[in-house]
Structures are given as C-alpha cells and as structure tokens.
T-cell receptor
C-alpha cells in the first residue's frame, strides 16, 4: 500500500509555455502533499507544502506565481510550471503523507524546457 | 537551523563487503530520522526510520541504522552489500511538528564493485 503516482514521467515543452504535473495517492487519502525539486546529482529541495482545500505554503525563494500548486482532493495535487524557461528544467518529485507521518514519494517527473 | 550532513559524496565497496553511510544532523530536539534510497528511474524508497525507542533500527533489504544522540548521528549500515544496492542514499530529518516537513542531506552515491 501507500503508492504515489506522478504524471507525466517526463515532459518536454517550449520556453514560454506552461506544463502541469499531477501527483496522486492511489490507495490512501493524503493529509498533506509536498513538491520537491531535484537538480542532477543533488539533493531534494522542498518547494511547497499543500493541504487539500487550502493554499499551498511555499518555501522561501520559491516563486509562487511560477509554480502554481492546486490540491483539489485528498488524492490529487498538481504543480503547474507557468511560462517555463530552460532554468526550470529539473526533476520534480511529489510526496504524500498519511497520519503516520511517513512520506511516500512518487517516481518523479523530468521536465525539459527547450 | 535544522540541517543534515552526509559527508561522503561517493562510496565504493566490493560486493559482499560491509557498508556504513554517515549522517549527521542538527536539530534542537530529538528529531524524526529517515534513510531513503533512490534508484535510477524510481522514486525514493524508505529504508528505515527512527522516531523513538530502541536506538538501533532495522529496515528493509538488510539495512540498519543507529541513532546516537551524543554524536547527532544516524549512520546506515549493512553487513554485506549486494550489487543491487548501488543507488543514491539520502538521510533526512523530519520536523516534530504538524508540518511533516523533511530536510534532506545531499546524498551519498554507492557504487558496488563486482
């Protein structure tokens, strides 16, 4: 149990366009979902925390207008990268928590902006 | 400020040899501690976690970790490494509040020699 999926697994988009990444908890209801960004050969950087039905909480330095997060239900959160630029190219990972405090991670989405 | 340090960027061991990956944390109280493994193309998988109680924690795949409060350490060990253990390993500390946030170390890449 406790499976988290992400879609798409990879995406290529042109500079200036927007791209949406979905994160779903498949077999449990997630109290909280997180979005991370991982640069090559580096650690995970927390971008934002989202709870169903409320606005996401962004970490310092993360542009909330560029990285729009919507947590529509207890099993779905979306990250939209707006007006993407090549520097937004990265590996985006989501995770979801249950009340047991453990975070369950999705497989990640590789975004390439050309 | 909370932080996690993994001093070894790369570690190479021979198959069958023992392994120890180091992790030191900085936190104001006893934290929640985690070890995750990330294999190429896969999401982060939880190896083990420490919340309280016995300071020697057993995890999956034959891994164990020991919490040493006096040294602010949570080192990961395995008595005999298998080639399939080659991956990136992340230590993380969780905040003991309702935020469920994790702070990750920079990771240690494990290479296994045949």
């Amino acid at each position: 149990g406790a499976v988290v999926s992400q879609h798409p697994s990879w995406v290529i988009c042109k500079s200036g366009t927007s791209v949406k990444i979905e994160c779903r908890s498949l077999d449990f209801q997630a109290t909280t979902m997180f979005w991370y960004r991982q640069f090559p050969k580096q650690s995970l950087m927390l971008m934002a925390t989202s709870n169903e039905g409320s606005k996401a909480t962004y970490e310092q330095g993360v542009e909330k207008d560029k990285f729009l997060i919507n947590h529509a239900s207890l099993t779905l959160s979306t990250l939209t990268v707006t007006s993407a630029h090549p520097e937004d190219s990265s590996f985006y990972i989501c995770s979801a928590t249950r009340i047991d405090y453990e975070q369950y991670f999705g497989p990640g989405t590789r975004l390439t902006v050309t | 400020a909370q932080s996690v340090t993994q001093p070894d960027i790369h570690i190479t061991v021979s198959e069958g040899a023992s392994l120890e990956l180091r992790c030191n944390y900085s936190y104001g109280a006893t934290p929640y501690l985690f070890w995750y493994v990330q294999s190429p193309g896969q999401g982060l998988q939880l190896l083990l976690k420490y919340f309280s109680g016995d300071t020697l924690v057993q995890g999956i795949k034959g891994f164990e970790a020991e919490f040493k409060r006096s040294q602010s350490s949570f080192n990961l060990r395995k008595p005999s490494v298998h080639w399939s253990d080659a991956a990136e390993y992340f230590c993380a500390v969780g905040r003991m509040d309702s935020s469920y946030k994790l702070i990750f170390g920079s990771g240690t890449r494990l290479l296994v020699r045949p």
